[in-house]
C-alpha cells in the first residue's frame, strides 16, 4: 500500500496530475459529442426531404415523377454524409451505417419503380417489404447514435 501525498507540493503535484487525466478525458468526451452533433446535424438536415419522398412514393403508379425526386434527395443525403470525417471510429461506423441505409433507400425506389412501370403487384408488394426494411434499419440506426452520443 502506497502512502498518500504528505507535502502540499507533492499533494498539488498529484492534483495536477489527476486534473490533466480529468480535462484529457473531458476533451475527448467534448470531441465524442461535437462528431456525434455533425453527424446528427446532417442526417436531420434531410429527414423531412426524405421522410417527404418516401411519402409522395406512395403516389408513383399515377406519378412516376416522384422517383426521381426520391432518387434526388437520397443522392444529396448520400453526398452530405460522405463528406464527412471523423476521428472517432464509432461515429465513423454509424455514418457507413447511414450511407448503406441510404443505399438500400435507393434500390427500394428503384425497385419500386420498377414495379411500378410494369404494374406487378406481386413486385410491388415485395418493393413495399423492403422500403419496410429500410424504416426498421432506420430506426436501429438511430437508437444506436442516440445510445452512443448520449451514453456517457
Not at 461506423?93 to 425497385?111: I, N, P, R
Amino acid at each position: 500500500m502506497h502512502d498518500l501525498p504528505s507535502t502540499p507540493t507533492q499533494r498539488r503535484a498529484l492534483a495536477g496530475v489527476i486534473a490533466s487525466f480529468l480535462s484529457l478525458g473531458a476533451v475527448a468526451c467534448d470531441k465524442k459529442v461535437s462528431e456525434c452533433n455533425k453527424l446528427v446535424a446532417v442526417t436531420q438536415k434531410h429527414n423531412p426531404q426524405l421522410s417527404g419522398a418516401m411519402d409522395r412514393l406512395s403516389t408513383i403508379q399515377s406519378n412516376p415523377k416522384v422517383l426521381d425526386e426520391f432518387s434526388a434527395v437520397v443522392k444529396a443525403a448520400s453526398e452530405d454524409i460522405a463528406a464527412l470525417s471523423f476521428s472517432d471510429a464509432t461515429v465513423a461506423g454509424f455514418a457507413k451505417d447511414y450511407l448503406g441505409l441510404l443505399e438500400a433507400a435507393d434500390a427500394f425506389g428503384k425497385t419500386l419503380g420498377d414495379a411500378a412501370r410494369t404494374n406487378d403487384v406481386e413486385a410491388l408488394n415485395l418493393a413495399t417489404a423492403e422500403g419496410e426494411k429500410v424504416a426498421k434499419t432506420e430506426a436501429a440506426i438511430v437508437e444506436s447514435v442516440n445510445g452512443y452520443c448520449q451514453g456517457g
